[in-house]
Nanobody, 124 residues
Framework: EVQLQASGGGLVQAGGSLRLSCTAS????????IGWFRQAPGKERERVSA????????YYEDSVRGRFTISRDRVKNMVYLQMNSLKPEDTALYYC?????????????????WGQGTLVTVSS
């Protein structure tokens, strides 16, 4: 059974940092891309970042590039999202999801397994 679990959210002041973790199980890590998505109240879900399980190639959405860093641990089947210089507009429910793909550039519609979200709140 494929399972994904996001954790690490919380309340932080603008300019602060958080590290989100995604624990993945039930599938061969190297055959999948893992993505981080977020959804703010009243807005559509958007992909923030992604990483290929096999070779670690990455994708970043323009608004987070240079502030967020995605990484993976192939032994532990975990993916991390280090978020620095957080802004109030980063406030959202963050999800991790998996797509069977060798590239982090896989289209968002390809993600078919989702974990429960973790809430990130950035105060101004």
């Amino acid at each position: 059974e494929v399972q994904l679990q996001a954790s690490g959210g919380g309340l932080v002041q603008a300019g602060g940092s958080l590290r989100l973790s995604c624990t993945a199980s039930g599938f061969t890590f190297d055959h999948y891309a893992i993505g981080w998505f977020r959804q703010a109240p009243g807005k559509e879900r958007e992909r923030v970042s992604a990483i290929s399980g096999r070779d670690g190639n990455t994708y970043y959405e323009d608004s987070v590039r240079g502030r967020f860093t995605i990484s993976r641990d192939r032994v532990k089947n975990m993916v991390y999202l280090q978020m620095n210089s957080l802004k109030p507009e980063d406030t959202a429910l963050y999800y991790c999801a998996s797509a069977r793909s060798s590239t982090a550039q896989v289209t968002p519609s390809s993600y078919n397994y989702w974990g429960q979200g973790t809430l990130v709140t950035v105060s101004s």
